[in-house]
């Protein structure tokens, strides 16, 4: 077997020749994919070649285990990112990313890759455009210490380059074996959170439609949030596969959609967001819960580790490509009862309200609500501080507020209450009392009293 053999994709009408993927995602090989690009065939290019170099080049680096060389291939900012098959959490910053290669180079020997199939896409060729690369890689090797082989049949990855002084550097690298969990993360590790690196409110719009899309089962809402072009891209979590072209990734969210008749996201997490250009990615994760149509079987995903391309159309950004896979299963929240009811038909959300968490508001005082109406809050958190979205009576946040003047660094916690980080998003689901005496706040020291609290008002 040779080290390498990539067939390669590049952006034309080709990419309809993945229509067997909307429907068998879960059934088809790798090796079938790399027959069904080889037969799509490619339109050469200068810039694409010298792209389809670069990648080979980082995957000769991962194959010799050469850091050095590895090294060569990676900008330095502090923005790079990758997320590793075998690490829980994702690595920023070259150091974080170099330490996570040699970790990878330690614990492996005699490594042999065989790129099973490829796609290239390069946007321009001045300096700061993007490259993409998304590809199916065989992984053979054996462990260091135990001498055990390790084999990994079709690993999913991410690629996205930047052009710098006419050569292309890797700026983030996302890989997954589809069906391999990874290890427990560390408390260390999981702490691991750099801020987000932009403020672009209509990248975080086009984010926030797309979790919306999501939760509601939306395809109209999901087609709006997809770019228009032909060669948009993505990997599903649960699939072995890429998906290439429009008509097949629509046809996955379709297929996920039909296959789930309940799906709730109580928390998502903006890691990182970097613009270059008329480009954008995101490096993120959310919490999912899913209903199976046909077996009723519960589903509960604590992590679920994502990158996201954006591309700029007209003033709009929309996702060009999406690449997910199941994280480790620690550090969750946990399937709390409020979760598990809102799939219940009694107690499923009638009405959803969204609320924006700065410094020091929720943007709203009052909220009119109805008895008996089960409402599922979205509390998203625009600040740069810690934020609370809590449900108590006025006399228990007094006590509450009391007691974080004794123990400032406390964390609430319960089933009417979620502590959002900046960047995140997460739910609460509350049934309305015939009887109100509960207002909302954010118990964190000092927070209500600078004015994050409201009240609710009881309307027929």
Known sequence: MSRFHIAVMHCCSAVLAFAVLGAQLDRVSADQVGNAVAQAGSVDTQLQDELKLANEAVLDAFATRDLWAMSQLWAKDEYISALFPAAATPAFGWDNVRNTWQYTFDHNRDIRLQSLAGFIKASGNEDGDTGLVIDATQFEAFQTQTGQPVTLPSMLATKIFERRKGKWLLVHYHAHQPGMKPPTATDEESGIRPLVTTTDEKIRAVDDAFYRALRNRDMEEMDKVWASTEDVTAIQPEGEIPFFGRANVMASWKALFE??????????????????????????????????????????????????????????????????????????????????????????????????????????????????????????????????????????????????????????????????????????????????????????????????????????
């Open 259 to 460: 296959h789930n008749r309940g799906v709730q996201i109580p928390r998502t997490t903006q890691t990182m967001i970097h613009i270059s250009g008329n480009k954008a990615w995101m490096v993120g994760s959310f919490e999912a819960a899913l209903v199976r149509r046909k077996s009723g079987s519960y589903v509960h995903l604590p992590e679920v580790l994502v990158t996201k391309l954006f591309v700029k159309e007209t003033d709009d950004w929309k996702l060009s490509h999406y690449h997910a896979h199941i994280g480790p299963l620690a550090h969750s929240h946990g399937q709390t009862p409020l979760l598990a009811a809102a799939f219940n038909q009694e107690t499923a959300p009638t009405r959803t309200i969204e609320l924006d968490a700065t410094e020091m508001t929720f943007g709203v005082s009052e909220i009119e609500v109805r008895a008996g109406e089960v409402i599922r809050f979205v509390v998203r958190n625009s600040g740069e501080a810690r934020h609370e979205f809590g449900l108590a009576s006025p006399e228990e946040n007094r006590l509450m507020q009391a007691l974080m003047r004794l123990k400032p660094d406390m964390v609430h916690s319960g089933d009417r209450v979620v502590t959002v980080e900046p960047g995140e998003t997460k739910e609460l689901i509350w049934r309305v009392p015939e009887k109100i005496d509960v207002e909302f706040s954010c118990n964190l020291l000092g927070h209500a009293e600078a004015g994050m609290r409201g009240t609710f008002k009881l309307v027929n």
